[in-house]
């Protein structure tokens, strides 16, 4: 008698939550890893000193080798055992987390060395915002099948090569900005500080704390909705190839979108209340979507699907162009000035927010019982679909309301670079 189908299910299932708990560790573990790092790295950009300035040397030498970990990332041997490979991947993807906090903290702060002027560091953060969305969209719209074609059939191959590009890429876009900015806003040196002392300056910025409420909110909801992205365009609407066409569709919406934010700005004074319009706005439009479907009603699902993106991309430039101008309200309120250290625990918040957001699908959904390339049980369909539209809607409307508190407006914020600059002064002239 053949083998039962229950005596061949079972196994499979299990090596299947095993896989897919093994990915959720390593997001849990990795996020653990940045809780180490971030701050680390934050403040020792803080203390370099180089003629080049603070936070533009790490750019020149921490791109190229976070780029080859990239490479190293994808490759392993093929012959490896299950448990060789997660442990491979455990430890290559920690490096390489590292890496990228080694670059993504300096160049994240830079927008706050750069210039003091609120205007400016709008418009600087509204450019940055606009090309990370041509290139997110680029991406999502070329890689599956620059990883076909590369392939040849061979996804592992196809992977690899694209991995080595996109580093590549990845690299020579941070040495240029290396090459192209510079560092003019003076920090004075200050005897070492201890990380208690920085932690208690950090408490007491009431409008930076609002801010990392807002980024850990972000974090969850943007990559918990995105790792569910593939998913709902395979499972719900039974087209994995609509994921590329959704991609299109979101991305001129996407530049207009972070084009938008100096507008609303200039119309609140207050990038707080700007970041809140937009996430309010993206939670309605996704919560909408609920109700559509490509197959059902193309037409109002990719029209919400604009939308959201839309107010979403206004809402991605206003959170990140929040976090230097509460560096100048902490060392107005604590007269400690910690750029890198503050923009860590910023970027901390967001990846904290990104592990729970993506570890908690893939929990989910393997105790849902979801198996890869199958058709699904309508509890995981449910999973999926509420993942992609009701729940980051009300996560969006609730990121809202915490950002409605942001009181540091405009008119605040000039004061307050003002009374910095004649302490000293005075300090200048004792």
Known sequence: MGQKE??????????????????AGLMLFSRFWDAINDPVIGGLSDKTHTKWGRYRPWLLIAAPLTALVLMLTFWAHPDWPSAAKIVYMAVTYCILVLGYTCVNIPYGTLC?????????????????????????????????????ALGGGDDKKGYLLVAAIYGC??????IFCFAKTKEVVEVPEREKTSLKIQLTSVA?????????????????????????ALYYFTYVEGNQA?????????????????????????????????????ALLTGLSMFIMYFFT???????????????????SGFNTAIYAIVPDCVEYGEWKTGLRNDGFQYAFISLGNKIGMAIGTSVLAG???????VANQQQNPAVVAVIKHSFTTVPGVLWIVTAAVLYFYRLNKKAYNKIVQEIQERKESRNHV
């Open 6 to 23: 229950t005596d061949i299910k079972v196994p499979l299932i299990s090596k299947i939550a095993y896989g897919m708990g093994a990915v």
């Open 112 to 148: 706050g060395a750069m210039t003091q002027n609120i205007e400016e560091r709008a418009k600087i953060n509204t450019f940055r915002s606009v090309s990370a969305m041509i290139a997110i969209g680029i991406i999502n719209i070329i890689t599956v099948p620059l990883i076909g």
């Open 169 to 174: 890429i990845f690299a020579a876009c941070h």
């Open 204 to 228: 007491k910025n009431k409008p930076y704390m609002i801010a990392v409420a807002g980024q850990f909110l972000f974090g969850i909801t943007l990559y918990g909705r995105n790792a569910d």
């Open 242 to 278: 609509l994921f590329s066409t959704y991609s299109l569709f979101i991305i001129i919406p996407s530049i207009i979108g972070a084009a938008c934010f100096p507008i609303v700005f200039r119309l609140t004074n207050n990038k707080g209340r700007s970041a809140s319009i937009f």
């Open 294 to 312: 490509v197959g059902a009603s193309p037409v109002p699902f990719f029209l919400f699907s604009c939308l959201s993106q839309f107010f979403f």
């Open 364 to 370: 989910v959904l393997g105790s849902m019982g979801y």
